[in-house]
């Protein structure tokens, strides 16, 4: 990832400066392209923020709107068809831009998880799935070594954390013997609590579950936080989990942040008019017979626009919208980019 020359002070440097003790991860204008066959996708544009220790941020926003690319960037594991620049990216006291790989490495699971959005596609298919578990765990960590039945272990305690006591006996199994709920729920409990990381990236952890276990995990997830002080960026479609799990709440459309807010902010006075429309669409927000409220148009082509993404969507676009794209600016507890977020209450 390379800084990007001469970046102006954002919102993210504003807050940071002034909270107290420092952030645990500071992010400041961190851009992200992919080059393909049919041109460039500029996934992530402009994105700061910042994140407290033990504070959890909740991602939201459409499909393709730049949520796991922000994460994989974090974690430098972009593929190589990728070109990211940033104006800082601080992790604790660490520089990760300047970071050489073989730190970066050692980072990656010690200090910062990550809990994949397809857990299928992190994990071989070829080798038994407690072989791949004891991977992330520090060494000497697993008593049980080859990993034989009873869990008598590491692994053992921490499967049986999230709920898995009965896969215990079965994990000289292969993944695809595994249901997607226990995959994901495996990984969680190695990144989550394997070598106690200060930071958790989880990418869509409980999208994948019915909802007694994703009740089970929110929990387990909100416990960590309380136990060991464990920050999280928490990407969702799902606003209903987001306001239950999130401290701070990030909206991403096309590829930008467009507003930022307290988790009960968000909900009680969204600022930018893609919120108030996310919101308004959530399911149980309006009358019962009424037809669900979708968002008219679609996000296509938004992130090569040069004014606001949204405003080809927008019910109160004004003239400057199409034309300028609007700052980052502190309203409040919230920072928003919306040329009228003002006129909102
Ligand atoms: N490896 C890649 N090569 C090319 N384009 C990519 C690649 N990965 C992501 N993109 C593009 O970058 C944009 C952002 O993708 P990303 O996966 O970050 O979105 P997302 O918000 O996580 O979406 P979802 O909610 O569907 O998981 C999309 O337009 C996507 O097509
Ligand atoms: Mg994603």
């Keep these: ?25 500071s992010v400041a204008g961190l851009s992200v392209s ?24 909740g991602l939201v926003g459409e499909s393709g ?14 593929p190589g068809n990728a070109t990211a620049s940033a104006g800082h990216v601080r992790f604790g006291g660490t520089d990760l831009l300047a970071l050489r790989e073989d730190r970066m490495r050692r980072l990656r699971g010690d200090r910062i998880g990550l809990i994949p959005q397809r857990p299928m596609t992190s994990l071989s298919p070829t080798t038994p799935i407690g072989r791949q578990l004891r991977w992330h765990l520090p060494a000497g960590g697993d008593a049980g070594g080859g990993g034989g039945p009873g869990g008598g272990d590491r692994l053992g305690e921490l499967l ?18 595994f249901s997607g709920g226990q995959l994901q729920r495996m990984l969680i409990a190695v990144a989550a609590l394997g070598r106690r990381p200060e930071l958790l990236l989880a990418d869509e952890p409980t999208t994948t579950l019915d909802a007694t276990v994703q009740a089970q995990v929110i929990r387990l997830l909100l416990e960590l ?15 209903g989990v987001i306001s239950q799990i999130s401290d701070r709440v990030g909206v991403m459309y096309a590829g930008r942040l467009v507003e930022t807010a307290p988790v009960r902010e968000l909900f009680a006075a969204p600022r930018h008019p893609y ?22 148009g679609t996000v296509g ?19 400057a919208c199409g034309v300028e794209h609007p700052g980052a600016r502190v309203i ?8 009228r977020a003002d006129e909102v209450v």
């Design 34 to 57: 992919f080059r393909t066959r049919t041109g460039e996708t500029r996934a992530v544009r402009d994105v700061s923020f910042d994140l407290a220790p033990g504070e959890i941020l």
């Design 275 to 296: 919120t108030r429309a996310l919101i308004g669409a959530m399911p149980g927000r309006h009358p019962r017979g009424e037809p669900l409220r979708t968002i008219p």
């Design 301 to 319: 082509g938004a992130n090569l626009l040069p004014g606001c993404p949204f405003a080809p969507r927008c019910d109160m676009a004004a003239d």
């Design 160 to 177: 049986r954390e999230v709920g898995l006591g009965a896969v215990l006996d079965r994990l000289d199994g292969y993944p695809f013997e």
């Design 332 to 339: 409040g507890a919230s920072t928003v980019s919306c040329h």
């Design 225 to 239: 936080r309380d136990r060991v002080g464990l920050a999280m960026i928490f990407v969702t479609h799902d606003l």
């Design 65 to 78: 709107s730049g949520k796991s690319t922000v994460l994989t960037s974090l974690m430098r594991m972009l």
């Design 1 to 25: 990832m390379r800084r990007s020359p001469g970046r102006s002070p954002t919102a993210a440097d504003a807050a940071s400066a002034g909270s107290e003790g420092g952030p645990l991860l």
